[in-house]
Every structure is written in structure tokens, then in C-alpha cells.
């Protein structure tokens, strides 16, 4: 099977820290508090429940590996993280990488190589301007 691929657009927010350790976020969600230190887009126009069919079963797939990457006003971060059979990949609202196995309603992918601490700063800088459009391309295959 080939790879599948989603595109999720939003934008940055002044409150964009992107400073937590082992979770990276995108969410629907226009407001940021401070203390969403993991989000890197906010006004995201896909949560997990958006996603299509066909990229859910791939990413449920055993060994699936799915490719993320962040692009805002000409810088790019790739991440690198794993499917895993028992993502539910149906909350509305958020989605989230993980460094760890942790699962829960919110989960996109696990075992990332990268969490938000691990972006580029000039990337970060970037994502803190509310005017600034992000990308998120995500592309799965086993």
C-alpha cells in the first residue's frame, strides 16, 4: 500500500510557547491559554474525526509510521511517529503526538521522535503570529 496523506491548515497564536517535552498539539480551538504549552496551530479546519477513513485504517495499521510536517512563513519541522491499532482517531477538536505509547481520545500518533520542545525556534517564532497560516501535511504508510 502506498502512503495516504492529510492536509490540515491553521494559524498561529501569540500565546504559542511550544515548549512542552513530550506531546506536540494541533487543535480547532482559536483560543490559547498560556498554559498550552504543547499546541503549535490553533483555528485548525481538521480535529481527528475529520480525517478520512481511508488515512484512519492506514494509520491503524501495525508498523504504520506517519510523517508530520509544520510549515509557517518558510520554515518546515518534520516529525516522525508511529499508528497504532487501538487509536480511536475520533475526538472532534484536537490532535495529539506523542513521545510516549499513551493513548487516549485525543491521539493522533506515539513514539514521535520529536515533541514541541524539539522544533526549530525560528519555526516557533513564526507560529506565534496569529496572522501567520500553518500546514500540517501528514502522511501515512506501512
Known sequence: MGS?????????HGN??????????????????????CI?????????????????????KHNSKLTITVEAGGESNTVVARGCENLTLLHPVEMVIRKTKFISERTLAVCSDKAACD????????????EQTVKITLKVGT
Not at 4 to 12: C, L, S, T, W
Not at 119 to 130: A, G
Open 16 to 37: 504559542i510557547k511550544a515548549s512542552h517535552r513530550s506531546t506536540l498539539e494541533i487543535t480547532k480551538d482559536d483560543h490559547l491559554s498560556t498554559r498550552g504549552d
Open 119 to 130: 522544533l526549530s525556534r525560528e519555526l516557533v517564532k513564526r507560529l506565534t503570529n496569529p
Open 4 to 12: 495516504i496523506i492529510e492536509v490540515v491548515h491553521g494559524h498561529g
Open 40 to 60: 503549535v496551530a490553533v483555528g485548525a479546519d481538521k480535529g481527528l474525526a475529520d480525517l478520512s477513513l481511508e488515512f484512519k485504517q492506514c494509520l491503524r
